[in-house]
């Protein structure tokens, strides 16, 4: 099968999808809408991907652009002939492939899609809901979005979850690893530092758990627009000494961050199925995370992992002071978060899920 592969930009998680792709007998030519200003990817494409030139992917994506790259788009489809287009962010990638023509089509949410750009204005909600009643099939990583996009206007029976998952080979427990709870307690964040991820929230509520518990550690991953303001609160709130900025991880490197906490924090306001949280799961790490839909699809509070109201940073204090008071949750949920990762975060099983929608797709076309 002949599949065009059309995202936004080039990270981690389009090297994910692609690596897959690339092992099976499908053949795809993968397409980027932008190059933004921040990389976050450093690996090839994959060898047997086939990237195709065109007049997107050498900027920022700009709306001005939206009729130029629309017309790009047809000719490449009648170069290439695909049998399925797989496209995503929705309002993006999906909004000009639909506008294209595009069929079979399956739109692919990346969950601040259709969380977050779906309700900006009136012109997104109309070109979200325009894209998904054009689409063939739908793809989700949480139920959440899903129920969104049904909402919009798509066939449910035309629908497939699947979180992406994590390599449980690669984020796995380090054997004999228990922590470093003798000596205090080590957090570890590696979400975005954009407004939507709330690092700030976990910023002001490590400032209150530092006054008190001088023992307990931030390990602070990443970097983003908000960077400033993060520092600036950590250092006024006289937390420094005990937060360590370790900048953009390879994903090979990851896991021994990961290994390296006690626990995994995540304050976002709007998510999927994060992937953080399922490699974090998958390595036997307890997670803490804020209270939304999606992360309720994940972490059972009390048993496999903590909840606190979002965007709470007294709330997210309180429950840190409560965890480290009871470190023995602490041993009982690495077992059970990664017990959470192989029942439901298993990447290679996952996968299969999205393939068999492109047959679904290609086959109701």
């Given at each position: 099968?002949?599949?065009?592969?059309?995202?936004?930009?080039?990270?981690?998680?389009?090297?994910?999808?692609?690596?897959?792709?690339?092992?099976?007998?499908?053949?795809?030519?993968?397409?980027?809408?932008?190059?933004?200003?921040?990389?976050?990817?450093?690996?090839?494409?994959?060898?047997?991907?086939?990237?195709?030139?065109?007049?997107?992917?050498?900027?920022?994506f700009?709306?001005?652009?939206?009729?130029?790259?629309?017309?790009?788009?047809?000719?490449?489809?009648?170069?290439?002939?695909?049998?399925l287009?797989?496209?995503?962010?929705?309002?993006?990638?999906?909004f000009?492939?639909?506008?294209?023509?595009?069929?079979?089509?399956?739109?692919?949410?990346?969950?601040?899609?259709?969380?977050?750009?779906?309700?900006?204005?009136?012109?997104?909600?109309?070109?979200?809901?325009?894209?998904?009643?054009?689409s063939d099939?739908?793809?989700?990583?949480?139920?959440?979005?899903?129920?969104?996009?049904?909402?919009?206007?798509?066939?449910?029976?035309r629908?497939?979850?699947?979180p992406?998952?994590?390599?449980?080979?690669?984020?796995?427990?380090?054997?004999?690893?228990?922590g470093?709870?003798e000596?205090?307690?080590?957090?570890?964040?590696?979400?975005?530092?954009?407004?939507?991820?709330?690092?700030?929230?976990?910023a002001?509520?490590?400032v209150?758990?530092?006054?008190?518990?001088?023992?307990?550690?931030?390990?602070?991953?990443?970097?983003?627009?908000?960077?400033a303001?993060?520092?600036?609160?950590?250092?006024?709130?006289?937390?420094?000494?005990?937060?360590?900025?370790?900048?953009?991880?390879?994903?090979?490197?990851?896991?021994?961050?990961?290994?390296?906490?006690?626990?995994?924090?995540?304050?976002?306001?709007?998510?999927?199925?994060?992937?953080?949280?399922?490699?974090?799961?998958?390595?036997?790490?307890?997670?803490?995370?804020?209270?939304?839909?999606?992360?309720?699809?994940?972490?059972?509070?009390?048993?496999?992992?903590?909840?606190?109201?979002?965007?709470d940073?007294?709330?997210?204090a309180?429950?840190?002071?409560?965890?480290?008071?009871?470190?023995?949750?602490?041993?009982?949920?690495?077992?059970?978060?990664?017990?959470?990762?192989?029942?439901?975060?298993n990447?290679?099983?996952?996968?299969?899920?999205?393939?068999?929608?492109?047959?679904?797709a290609v086959k109701?076309?």
């Amino acid at each position: 099968m002949r599949v065009i592969y059309f995202s936004l930009d080039y990270t981690p998680h389009d090297h994910r999808f692609l690596s897959a792709l690339s092992e099976t007998e499908h053949r795809v030519y993968y397409l980027r809408l932008q190059r933004g200003a921040r990389q976050t990817e450093d690996r090839p494409v994959p060898e047997k991907i086939e990237q195709v030139l065109w007049k997107g992917g050498r900027r920022e994506f700009r709306w001005s652009d939206l009729a130029r790259l629309t017309l790009d788009f047809r000719r490449l489809m009648r170069k290439i002939k695909p049998e399925l287009v797989h496209a995503g962010p929705i309002q993006t990638c999906g909004f000009i492939a639909a506008l294209a023509g595009s069929h079979p089509l399956l739109t692919m949410s990346w969950g601040f899609d259709l969380m977050q750009d779906a309700e900006r204005s009136r012109l997104w909600r109309w070109a979200t809901r325009y894209t998904l009643r054009r689409s063939d099939f739908f793809a989700s990583d949480a139920e959440v979005t899903r129920q969104i996009a049904i909402a919009f206007g798509v066939n449910p029976d035309r629908t497939v979850v699947f979180p992406w998952g994590a390599d449980l080979e690669h984020f796995a427990p380090l054997p004999g690893n228990t922590g470093a709870l003798e000596n205090g307690i080590t957090l570890l964040c590696n979400r975005a530092w954009e407004p939507l991820y709330g690092v700030d929230v976990l910023a002001r509520a490590f400032v209150k758990v530092a006054q008190i518990r001088p023992e307990v550690s931030l390990l602070l991953l990443g970097d983003g627009s908000e960077g400033a303001a993060i520092r600036q609160i950590i250092e006024r709130g006289g937390a420094g000494e005990q937060v360590t900025f370790a900048g953009q991880i390879s994903q090979r490197d990851l896991p021994r961050y990961y290994h390296m906490a006690d626990l995994y924090v995540s304050a976002s306001h709007i998510d999927g199925s994060s992937v953080s949280l399922m490699e974090a799961l998958a390595c036997g790490l307890p997670c803490l995370v804020s209270d939304i839909p999606a992360n309720r699809e994940w972490v059972r509070d009390g048993e496999n992992g903590w909840l606190f109201p979002d965007g709470d940073a007294g709330a997210l204090a309180a429950r840190i002071i409560d965890i480290l008071e009871n470190r023995q949750g602490l041993t009982r949920v690495r077992h059970t978060a990664r017990a959470t990762a192989v029942e439901k975060a298993n990447w290679k099983h996952n996968f299969g899920k999205l393939l068999g929608a492109y047959e679904q797709a290609v086959k109701d076309a």
